[in-house]
């Protein structure tokens, strides 16, 4: 008897890819952009949405999919200010979401009626860089109340990010935080990132947002 | 947990290919790894291990082979599926 070796070179990540690959393409036959939201946990993701719901909710029909390892309390937050779907993943303990769990969340939204979808990703600037969902865009959200060099400790997320959204600029006079120093990590990582600041609680710097989501909407900034 | 996710890839794949009866034929699972991709190898291995020691498999050995770069690939499996030999 003979122990046989099989030629295998198959990629792992191919099976993700090949469903995110069919989220992409429903989502560009119904001609809706898909921004997807990461960061370190408590960065302000569901609280930067929850302004957006409210301030743009009347103008631009947008839908969400939130992941979260345990709950559906960012799903129940952002419910509060929109009368469209927020389709809740509860990972079971991945600490990501996957292509399979967003083209199952799809399913549960009218894609017909949608002028931009949210993918709310789990708190985590690690294995969310691995996992394509089929979004046009990886937005990372960085908290004026982290250190300056995230991106150079996680470059992997902040090299496959469009953006980065510096959040919680209200508390800037209280702590150390620099924003030209975090932009200057954030560049020796992936010098084509562009920055937004924002605060979402005072609220501050939300004009430029709704612009940038605005024309995503429209049909992309590039 | 990502290396966790990414061991039971492995082992659907394997799978996939082999079919259910089949996961016991084997001996040996080779996976390359770039040293970009991402991975704690160390935990990846230990994952890996503990899911090849378990039915359906019949403790599998995972070979964990580096590679520049991000790649992040099932290269090969040695199974002994009772055939005579050539």
């Known amino acids: ?222 | 947990m990502h290396e966790l996710g990414l061991a039971l890839e492995v082992c659907r794949m394997t799978e996939e290919r082999l079919g259910s009866d089949g996961m016991a034929q084997v001996r040996a699972v080779g996976v390359e790894i770039g040293d970009d991709a991402g991975i704690e190898v160390g935990n990846f291995q230990f994952c890996l291990e503990t899911l090849l020691a378990e039915p359906p498999f019949r403790g599998a050995r995972p070979v964990i082979l580096r590679r520049p770069g991000d790649v992040l690939r099932l290269a090969y499996l040695e199974v002994d599926d009772g055939r005579p030999d050539d």
Not at chain 1, 38 to 61: F, N, Y
Not at chain 1, 97 to 107: E, G, I, N, P, S
Not at chain 1, 134 to 145: H, M, P, Q, Y
Not at chain 1, 157 to 169: D, E, G, N, S, Y
């Open chain 1, 1 to 222: 008897m003979a122990v046989r070796t099989i030629d295998v070179r198959e990629r792992i990540m191919a099976r993700n890819d090949e469903l995110a690959g069919q989220v992409r393409e429903r989502l560009r036959e119904a001609g809706v952009p898909a921004l997807n939201l990461v960061s370190s946990p408590g960065a302000g993701k569901t609280m930067l949405l929850e302004r957006t719901l409210a301030d743009l909710g009347d103008e631009l029909v947008i839908s969400v999919v939130t992941g979260d390892v345990q709950t559906q309390n960012d799903a129940d937050r952002l419910a509060v200010h929109t009368d469209r779907l927020v389709q809740a993943v509860i990972t079971n303990g991945a600490c990501h979401l996957d292509a399979k769990q967003v083209l199952t969340a799809l399913d549960a939204i009218d894609l017909a009626a949608t002028d931009l979808l949210f993918i709310e990703n789990v708190g985590n600037l690690v294995c969310p860089a691995s996992w394509d969902l089929g979004e046009n865009a990886k937005i990372v959200l960085f908290s004026v109340t982290e250190g300056e060099d995230k991106p150079v400790k996680y470059p992997k997320m902040f090299q496959q990010a469009r953006m980065v959204v510096f959040t919680k600029l209200d508390l800037l006079p209280h702590v150390p935080f620099k924003v030209e120093r975090a932009i200057g990590f954030c560049r020796q990582v992936n010098p084509e990132l562009q920055f937004l600041s924002t605060s979402a609680l005072v609220p501050d710097g939300l004009e430029e947002w709704y612009g940038f989501l605005w024309a995503e909407a429209r049909g992309g900034t590039r």
